[in-house]
């Protein structure tokens, strides 16, 4: 079910225009102030949000449709007065050039709300950007939470660091962590990993928000990023704990991914990979995470390869 509202947009005193938003049935119900900065793009009080000095871990929403937009390990403080991020989650946030000619606006890509401001080149982060957010555009939702908003998948395909690589950039997918899973040992090493003591592999548990993506559409994208016709290896890299499996959490994960197998299967692909239920995931030491990002280098056993077209 759909509704429109009709927004009056001044352009710095030209002839006024009507501009036409669909609202989802799905979407809160804003306040008068919430509406003047999310609809009709105000801007609050610098120094007056909620989650201006805010610290604590978890996820920013969309005030509006929910959608996730930020990640608490990317906000930092600027002193400008509002919410800072150098980071937005990929896909979720929209870019236009605002009416002044000067400043780029963000919108939330998936309703349109207005967030507020990003800016460029002013040297806070190694990213160099600031994303300038009003407090009044955003929900949070805190880190013991995030199980009952958001959806988690766990694939495994060779290293983890090249798994991690391609999946963290898809849109929707708020974290993509390297981990161990499939064994018994508790708190895995990666050395005991690697000297087969543990009966554990390599995977990747992604945390995805199901407003901007499925489970069909990242399980798609882990069958053509690593080769699922090689066994217990990628590349160079040989040995049971590079096995590729998907590892589901419930009976539509599963049935997803015997189907996209099926669909590869009758492409001519000799699928190797398996299908079997997710157990606990333990999280690899912190050099694996982001291994990519943070040396600057790229995968070397992993590489797009479009196997479903």
Known sequence: MKWY??????LAGASLALAEVAMEATWRKLTAEEERVIVRKGTEAPFTGKFDNQVAPGVYTCRRCGAALYRSED??????????????VPGAV??????????????CATCGGHLGHVFTGERMTPRNTRHCVNSISMDFVPESDLDANFQRAVFAGGCFWGVEYYLQQAKGVIRAVSGYTGGKTENPTYEQVCKKRTGHIEA???????????????ARLFFEIHDPTQTDRQGPDIGEQYRSVVYYRDEQQKATAERLIKTLQEKGFKVVTRVEPASRFWRAEIYHQDYYFVTGKTPYCHRPVKRFE
Do not use: M
Request: glycine share 6%; net charge negative.
């Open 75 to 88: 906000k930092f403080h600027s002193g400008c007065g509002w919410p800072s991020f150098d980071a937005e």
């Open 204 to 218: 990747v548990e992604v945390l995805y928000d199901p407003k901007q993506t499925d489970y069909e559409t990242l």
């Open 94 to 107: 929209r870019n236009e050039q605002d009416p002044d000619g000067r400043r780029t606006e963000i919108l």
């Open 5 to 10: 509202v009709l927004t009056v947009i001044s």
